[in-house]
T-cell receptor, first 115, second 115 residues
């Protein structure tokens, strides 16, 4: 069965510092991978996704993620954190096929940005 | 114009009561979902409908009954509310759940508090 592991339920960085949120997945087939962000008191929204092709994927708000098949990882990075990046971040992998397809979600990583 | 709108945003009710949450999407999507997010931010899919047909029905108590009158609407009715039902319920929609790169658009959430 496919699964998603997000290392670190809480990450704290200083404003301007590098953001690195880790995601590892297990999948028996080439995966479709996603990062979603949830700002306080809001619904989730897509940050970026990997389907096929280029392994470095750029998303909104300066975030990017790199698909590394050999490491089964899809870590999310941003070179310089901004206060507005404080949010909950979810990694997800698409599992199954046809009507059985669904998203397998990680437990989320809460990002705090300190002034 | 809100893409996925759900009402009400907040619900406070007593144990044993019955309540409904409504969801509407104006994106022309074929698939709609209900998710439950607990106090630890864990996301659990409850149901998904594709063109008014129930596709995913996870292990959810039968006190929860979804209804999709048309593909733009998916409502959730909960009977005999229990303390453990307290959570944020998210409605989401997507083009077609059978697509691997299926991207979900979420509503803002409905926070249910059972006293």
């Amino acid at each position: 069965a496919q699964s998603v592991t997000q290392l670190g339920s809480h990450v704290s960085v200083s404003e301007g510092a590098l953001v690195l949120l880790r995601c590892n997945y297990s999948s028996s087939v080439p995966p479709y991978l996603f990062w979603y962000v949830q700002y306080p008191n809001q619904g989730l929204q897509l940050l970026l996704k990997y389907t096929t092709g280029a392994t470095l994927v750029k998303g909104i708000n300066g975030f990017e993620a790199e698909f590394k098949k050999s490491e089964t990882s899809f870590h999310l990075t941003k070179p310089s954190a901004h206060m507005s990046d404080a949010a909950e971040y979810f990694c997800a992998v698409s599992s199954g096929a046809g009507n059985n397809r669904k998203l397998i979600w990680g437990l989320g990583t809460s990002l705090a940005v300190n002034p | 114009d809100t893409a996925v709108s759900q009402t009400p945003k907040y619900l406070v009710t007593q144990m044993g009561n019955d309540k409904s949450i409504k969801c509407e999407q104006n994106l022309g999507h074929d698939t709609m979902y209900w998710y439950k997010q607990d106090s630890k931010k864990f996301l659990k899919i409850m149901f998904s409908y594709n063109n008014k047909e129930l596709i995913i029905n996870e292990t959810v108590p039968n006190r929860f009954s979804p209804k999709s009158p048309d593909k733009a609407h998916l409502n959730l009715h909960i009977n005999s509310l229990e303390l453990g039902d307290s959570a944020v319920y998210f409605c989401a929609s997507s083009q077609d759940l059978r697509l691997g790169a299926n991207v979900l658009t979420f509503g803002a959430g409905s926070r249910l508090t059972v006293l």
